[in-house]
């Protein structure tokens, strides 16, 4: 036996380990089990004078990422009153805004419509009076707000030229597109109003 150290046989170490890990592991279970009402230690969460608890900061709708929690998909529960402006459950997007685009260029085809990111993107189209220009909207929708730069549109035209066999990119005057983005928010606004009417 060495001098200074206390000899212990190996079977009577290992049951000492176990039963030492055991009372440790029961003693954090039973630390973390119950629920507690332990003031909280944001001084600026003030409930009568004191600070809030966690059971009363949980009915008052705060918590860990605020009042209105996490929302993945669509508008949460306290954002009733907003569901109109901020376009309800499945659109991202401000829904009369998202509407009013879709009655805009209803008579073109669509290529792609993204209520969640907002974008609208139409396929040539070419105007009955005109054979041989054809034209191309995409629309980008900015906010969940009806807001006056709440939208932004691109407009693309091509003509056709028989001598280069295929159609030809042409420039479009920046008041068309001003003019398409305002005729989607004029049409925004007539939804709105119809809305609160009704």
Partial sequence: MTKGKIFMPISIRRPLQAIAFACI??????????????????STEKHLGRPMTDAERAKSGGGLFGPGGITLLGNSGRDQEKRGASGGDGIGVNSFIWRGALDTIAFMPLVSADPFGGVIITDWYQPPEAPGERVKVHILILD????????????????YDQRAGGWIDQTIDPKTTVDLENTI??????????????
Avoid: H, K, M
């Fill in 144 to 159: 969940r707000e009806l807001r006056a730069d709440g939208v932004r549109a691109s407009i693309f035209r091509q003509r």
């Fill in 25 to 42: 592991s029961a003693s954090l279970l039973a630390a973390c089990g119950g629920e507690q009402d332990y003031p909280t230690t944001n």
């Fill in 185 to 198: 928010l004029t049409r925004a606004r007539q939804l709105r109003i119809a809305q609160l009417g009704s």
